[in-house]
Protein backbone atom coordinates (compact mmCIF):
# COMPACT_ATOMS: atom_id res chain seq x y z
CA UNK A 1 0.00 0.00 0.00
CA UNK A 2 1.24 3.56 -0.87
CA UNK A 3 -0.20 6.66 1.12
CA UNK A 4 -0.12 10.13 -0.70
CA UNK A 5 -0.92 12.89 1.21
CA UNK A 6 -0.79 16.47 -0.46
CA UNK A 7 -0.35 20.12 0.09
CA UNK A 8 -0.09 23.13 -0.99
CA UNK A 9 -3.47 24.06 -2.23
CA UNK A 10 -5.21 27.96 -1.47
CA UNK A 11 -6.42 30.97 -2.84
CA UNK A 12 -4.94 33.09 -5.41
CA UNK A 13 -5.09 35.72 -7.93
CA UNK A 14 -4.60 35.25 -11.39
CA UNK A 15 -1.55 35.57 -12.56
CA UNK A 16 -0.16 34.03 -8.90
CA UNK A 17 1.76 30.94 -8.62
CA UNK A 18 1.25 28.10 -6.58
CA UNK A 19 3.26 24.60 -5.41
CA UNK A 20 1.54 21.44 -4.54
CA UNK A 21 3.62 19.10 -2.99
CA UNK A 22 2.50 15.26 -2.47
CA UNK A 23 4.79 13.06 -0.03
CA UNK A 24 4.67 9.39 -0.57
CA UNK A 25 4.62 7.10 2.65
CA UNK A 26 7.64 5.06 0.69
CA UNK A 27 9.67 5.37 -2.42
CA UNK A 28 7.88 4.34 -5.48
CA UNK A 29 9.45 6.48 -7.97
CA UNK A 30 11.33 3.69 -9.74
CA UNK A 31 8.11 1.65 -10.08
CA UNK A 32 5.09 3.82 -10.70
CA UNK A 33 4.23 7.07 -12.64
CA UNK A 34 3.39 10.07 -10.78
CA UNK A 35 1.05 12.19 -11.95
CA UNK A 36 -1.19 15.33 -10.94
CA UNK A 37 -5.20 15.29 -11.50
CA UNK A 38 -7.75 17.80 -11.64
CA UNK A 39 -11.60 18.20 -10.95
CA UNK A 40 -13.42 20.98 -11.51
CA UNK A 41 -16.96 21.07 -10.28
CA UNK A 42 -19.19 19.33 -12.53
CA UNK A 43 -16.61 18.47 -14.44
CA UNK A 44 -14.46 15.09 -15.03
CA UNK A 45 -11.35 14.16 -13.96
CA UNK A 46 -8.25 15.30 -16.23
CA UNK A 47 -5.02 14.58 -16.37
CA UNK A 48 -2.53 17.80 -15.53
CA UNK A 49 0.92 16.48 -15.74
CA UNK A 50 2.19 13.30 -15.21
CA UNK A 51 5.97 12.13 -14.78
CA UNK A 52 7.42 8.81 -15.67
CA UNK A 53 9.98 6.30 -14.12
CA UNK A 54 12.34 7.74 -16.15
CA UNK A 55 11.58 11.41 -15.53
CA UNK A 56 9.82 12.05 -19.12
CA UNK A 57 7.05 14.65 -18.75
CA UNK A 58 3.62 15.46 -20.34
CA UNK A 59 1.03 18.29 -19.62
CA UNK A 60 -2.19 18.85 -20.55
CA UNK A 61 -2.44 21.41 -23.77
CA UNK A 62 -4.20 23.95 -21.43
CA UNK A 63 -0.95 23.72 -18.90
CA UNK A 64 1.57 23.83 -20.93
CA UNK A 65 4.39 26.47 -20.44
CA UNK A 66 2.73 27.15 -16.88
CA UNK A 67 2.76 24.08 -14.68
CA UNK A 68 6.04 22.17 -13.74
CA UNK A 69 5.92 18.69 -12.54
CA UNK A 70 9.19 17.01 -10.73
CA UNK A 71 10.24 14.90 -7.37
CA UNK A 72 12.64 14.74 -4.49
CA UNK A 73 13.66 11.21 -4.76
CA UNK A 74 15.11 11.76 -1.27
CA UNK A 75 11.98 13.44 0.13
CA UNK A 76 9.46 10.96 -1.54
CA UNK A 77 7.89 14.08 -3.02
CA UNK A 78 6.33 14.82 -6.11
CA UNK A 79 5.83 18.45 -6.84
CA UNK A 80 3.75 20.64 -9.24
CA UNK A 81 4.85 24.46 -9.78
CA UNK A 82 1.84 26.20 -11.08
CA UNK A 83 2.65 29.68 -12.84
CA UNK A 84 0.34 32.34 -14.48
CA UNK A 85 -3.09 30.74 -12.86
CA UNK A 86 -5.74 31.60 -14.37
CA UNK A 87 -9.71 31.31 -13.29
CA UNK A 88 -10.17 28.04 -14.90
CA UNK A 89 -7.15 26.25 -13.62
CA UNK A 90 -9.50 26.49 -10.27
CA UNK A 91 -10.61 22.70 -9.26
CA UNK A 92 -9.72 20.10 -6.72
CA UNK A 93 -6.07 18.86 -7.86
CA UNK A 94 -5.35 14.91 -7.00
CA UNK A 95 -1.87 13.34 -6.59
CA UNK A 96 -1.78 10.10 -8.38
CA UNK A 97 0.57 7.11 -8.47
CA UNK A 98 -0.18 4.40 -10.87
CA UNK A 99 1.44 1.44 -12.33
CA UNK A 100 0.54 -1.67 -15.02
CA UNK A 101 1.75 -4.92 -14.29
CA UNK A 102 3.86 -6.12 -17.54
CA UNK A 103 2.17 -9.01 -17.04
CA UNK A 104 -1.62 -8.96 -16.61
CA UNK A 105 -1.39 -5.31 -18.19
CA UNK A 106 -3.74 -4.27 -14.72
CA UNK A 107 -2.88 -0.99 -13.84
CA UNK A 108 -3.05 -0.25 -9.78
CA UNK A 109 -3.73 3.24 -8.63
CA UNK A 110 -3.16 5.53 -5.88
CA UNK A 111 -4.96 8.96 -4.59
CA UNK A 112 -3.91 11.58 -2.42
CA UNK A 113 -7.15 13.16 -0.70
CA UNK A 114 -7.18 16.35 -3.16
CA UNK A 115 -5.98 19.51 -2.50
CA UNK A 116 -8.52 22.60 -3.11
CA UNK A 117 -6.79 25.03 -5.77
CA UNK A 118 -9.26 28.63 -6.26
CA UNK A 119 -7.66 31.12 -8.66
CA UNK A 120 -9.64 34.59 -8.20
CA UNK A 121 -10.48 36.62 -11.49
Known amino acids: QVQLVESGGGLVQAGGSLRLSCTAS????????MGWYRQAPGEQRELVAA???????NYADSVKDRFTISRDNAKTTVYLQMNSLKPEDTAVYYC???????????????WGQGTQVTVSS
Open 51 to 57: LSTSDST
Open 96 to 110: NANRRNSITNVRSDY
Open 26 to 33: RNIFSLYW
